[in-house]
C-alpha cells in the first residue's frame, strides 16, 4: 500500500518575481496557468527546493534571489504517513544556507534528499534526449541518489577522486616524474570500489527502469511505436582495476582520466534508430515523458509512497491525443499528488472531461509591481 506524499502550503519570501506570496495545494491534481512570466515555473521550482535543497533549474542560489535583495526563505508544510512536516530553508548572502525539517536542522544537507520525493519534468529536460552523455548521467544519478543515500556517497567520492586524479594528471604533464605510478596506484585503489558500486547501482535500476520506460512509451504512443534502451558502460567489458591497468599509459597522454564510470550513457532507440537523430519532436518528448514517468513509478515502488509529480509546461508539441493518454495516466491510483503549468488554460480545460477529479486551478497574475533588475 502506497503513502501519498504532498505538499499542502508553501510561502515564498523575495523568492524570484515572489516579493511574498502563499498558496495551498489538493493533494490531487493541481493546474497553475496565468501568462508568460508571472511565475508558474518559479512556484515548481519553490517545491523542487524544500523537496531536494536546490532548484531544479539554477546550481547557485543567487539567481532565485529577488532582484536587489540579499537572500529568500521558503516554508512548506508537506504531509507524509499522515504526519505533518514543516520545512524551511533560509539563504542570506555570505552566510551558510539554512534548512529545517521541523525546526530540526541537518547536519548534512544530503540527509534531506529522498525523504520528500519528487519529479520534475520541464521542456528543457529534451536535453537529456538531444543533448551529450553528461545529460542522462545527471538523470540518472540524481534518480538512484533519491533512493539511496549510499550511492550519493559513492558518486560524491568518485568524483572527488575524478577531479584529483585529473589534477594530479595535468601536474604531471607539467613537471614529470616517475613518482606517478604510486600516486596513481594510490588514488586508483580508493577510486575502485566507488566505480563497481556506482556501476552496481546503475546495473539494477536499469533493469528496472528499461521495461517500465517501454511500457510507459508504448501506451502514450497508442500502442504505435516500440522503443529500445541500453545502460552502455566500459564496465561490462572488463572490471575498473584492469581498464585502469590498461588505459594507464593513455590517460597519461591524454592528461585525464579516460575509462570509469563518468563515461557511462543510456541510448534510446525508437523503432531500431536512435530517437535523437531521427525522433520527431513530439516523439522525443514522448521518450522523455515515458523515462520520467518510469523514474516516478521506480521512486513510488521502492520508497513505497507516491513522490510529488510536477510538469511544467510540456504540452507544447503533443498531439491533443498524447495529451489525453497522460493525463489519464497520471490519474491512475498509483499517482498521488500532480502540480501542472500551462500558460494556456483552454488547452487544460479540453481535456478535463476524461478527467476524474475535479483539479484545483491556481491563477496567477502578472504582477503589477514586478521587481526590476
Ligand atoms: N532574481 C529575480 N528577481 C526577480 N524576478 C526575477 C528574478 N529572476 C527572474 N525573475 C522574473 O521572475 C519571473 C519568473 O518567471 P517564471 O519562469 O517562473 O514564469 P512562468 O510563469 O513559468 O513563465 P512562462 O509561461 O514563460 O514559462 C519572470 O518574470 C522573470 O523575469
Redesign the pocket.
Known sequence: MHTTSYVATVELTQF??FSHANFSFSPEMNFIT??????????L?AVHYLSMTKSYFHAADQ?????GKNGFRLEGKWLLHDTEYHLTCVTKEGAKKEFRVNDISYTRLAEHIGRFPVVMIAPDDIQMITGGSEERRKWLDALISQLSSDYLMHLLAYQKILSQRNQLLRQWAEQPSPAIHDLLDAYDQQWTPHAEAIFEYRTQICAQLIPLTSQFYTFLSGHREHIQLQYQSQLHEKSMTTWLKDVRKEDLQARRSTAGIHKDDLQFLLNGYPVKIHGSQGQRKSFLLALKLAQYQLISKQKALTPILML??IFEKLDPRRIQLLLSIISMDSFGQVLI?D?DPDRLKAHLPGYPYSPNWIE?IDPVD??Q?
Open positions: 524570484k518575481n496565468g501568462p508568460n512570466g508571472c511565475g508558474k515555473t518559479t512556484l521550482d539567481p532565485l534571489t529577488q532582484y511544467d509546461d503549468t500558460a496567477l514586478k521587481p533588475a
